[in-house]
């Protein structure tokens, strides 16, 4: 790849980042004008609470906490987040725990037992200040009564892996949690709850986002069952017992309707459309016509790399106001493990997407998470242009035995090494997190 497109890309991909900071996004969403705090239009008197707590969970959770602190310093009675490991930025109010995503560990469940508590102990009296973002739905792991921690994570490696879609792998998780599916909320009542959320989920459902700890949930028992059979889960024995359970109406929906929903407001502050149009704006400046092609894409990503290499394509042959290009895309995409290869939904996208515009000169793409990782590896991502395919191949490489064995992280590696490139893209932890950002420049 030219070191033109490289640069480019992750300029591009820089741009997108610095508008969904949740740091920022806080701070435009939330301020205070003497003794009352606004925010999105609702006004919180604040004396008229003794405390004020703050609780939270996500990969963007540490930048938004960093802000509140910026915002309300010493009027923050207690606080306590769960952020992924690495993600954690230096506070003085709030406390934080590390914890592991995305199969949850001891750290995510003490945690969140901590938190469940602090919630329980509010009263009338108390601002419950919730911070959630993507990552949620693993590092806030409480297990339902009668299930294990173990159960949850074996339960999550098998959705993680079977290519469930988001919406339905939180179906399953709100159902074996006491924390999500709206059960934060109920733990709370009577206080009142503000949660602020980065979002992760296309469409930006409030009871998908981290799994809903605050939110009506609009999923049943029933919902998580057919979730289970329709991808053939060999769910530890106490799960499927827990489930049927539910469908029995033995164990309590999650949160369908009730008093603490009077009380709870939900406010999405920062989402794919921010980190788009900034992209698109970053692209226009650098001399690219730039267009938004969706910000819903889903499915597996094989799928979703030949709609993408087929929209590229199409757009080199019928020439533009400009005559540079670029493509800008963000969404969600899933992957079935078959092989025993590593790597995530991002890599094997785009090394799809290489097998698929392989000889098309003028075709460069980035494909990476917005949260600066790709599943549980140290790449956010890769870049790939026309030539990817024929340089691994002049290198001794089979790129169709890496896809095919879901080594997507292997073949860039090795992909590196031997070409002395930099097809694999690195970030480090970005703070936020509003899904995935594919990024095509045409000629």
């Known amino acids: ?79 306590l ?7 954690a930025e230096k506070l003085d109010f709030i406390e934080q725990i590390e914890a592991a995503h995305p199969i949850p560990n001891e750290a995510g469940e003490n945690g969140a037992r901590r ?12 601002l419950l200040i919730c911070l959630f973002s993507g990552g949620a739905s693993a590092l806030f792991a409480a297990p339902a009564e009668g299930l294990t921690l ?7 490696s098998l959705l993680l892996q079977c290519g469930a879609s988001i919406d339905e792998m939180n179906a399953v998780r709100k159902h074996l949690s006491c924390v999500k599916g709206g059960r934060l909320a109920q733990q709370a009542y009577p206080a009142q709850v503000l949660t602020l959320i980065v979002s992760d989920v296309v469409g930006n459902r409030l009871d998908v986002i981290a799994s809903g700890p605050t939110a009506r949930d609009e999923t049943t028992f029933l919902d998580a069952w057919h979730v289970v059979r329709n991808y053939a889960l060999n769910m530890p024995p106490r799960v499927m017992h827990h489930l049927e359970l539910g469908m029995q109406g033995k164990i309590a929906e999650t949160l369908k309707n009730g008093p603490c929903l009077d009380l709870t407001r939900n406010v999405i ?38 709609f993408l290499a087929g929209i590229a394509r199409s757009k080199m042959t019928r020439p533009g106001p400009g005559s540079k290009r670029c493509l800008l895309c963000g969404g969600e995409t899933t992957v079935t493990v078959r092989g025993n290869g590593r790597g995530g939904r991002n890599q094997e996208l785009a090394l799809a997407f290489a097998l698929e515009t392989q000889g098309f000169e003028g075709i460069a793409m980035l ?26 191949r002049r290198l001794g490489m089979n790129p169709e035995h ?26 480090g932890p970005t703070g936020t997190n509003v899904m995935d950002l594919q990024i095509m420049l045409l000629g």
């Not at 173990?150 to 999550?156: F, I, M, S």
């Not at 989402?271 to 690219?288: N, V, Y």
């Not at 016509?289 to 790399?305: F, M, N, P, T, Y």
């Open 402 to 427: 890496y896809l095919d064995s879901n080594d997507s992280y292997g073949f860039f590696s090795q992909l590196d090494l031997l070409s002395a490139g930099k097809s694999h893209f690195r970030t």
């Open 81 to 87: 987040i769960l952020v992924k490991e690495g993600h």
């Open 269 to 306: 502050i920062a989402d794919i459309g921010l980190a788009l149009s900034a992209a698109k704006e970053s692209a226009m400046r650098l001399g690219f016509d730039a267009e938004i092609v969706c910000d819903d894409l889903r499915g597996e990503a094989r799928e979703a790399a030949r």
């Open 150 to 156: 173990e159960d949850k994570r074996q339960a999550t």
């Open 1 to 79: 790849m030219s070191p033109g497109s490289e640069s480019a890309l992750s300029g591009i991909f820089a741009a997108a980042i610095r508008a969904a900071d949740p740091c920022e996004a806080v701070l435009r969403s939330l301020r205070i004008d003497g003794k009352r705090m606004i925010v999105a239009g609702t006004v919180y008197d604040l004396d008229s609470f003794e405390r004020i707590v703050v609780v939270g969970a996500g990969k963007a959770s540490s930048r938004m906490a960093f802000a509140l602190e910026m915002i309300l310093g010493s009027r923050i009675a207690e606080g």
């Open 115 to 126: 938190i469940l508590a602090m919630a329980d102990a509010a009263d009338e009296k108390t």
């Open 367 to 392: 494909c990476a998470g917005t949260d600066g990782g790709d599943g549980a590896l140290d790449a956010a991502g890769a870049m790939v242009d026309g030539n990817t395919v024929s340089l691994a």
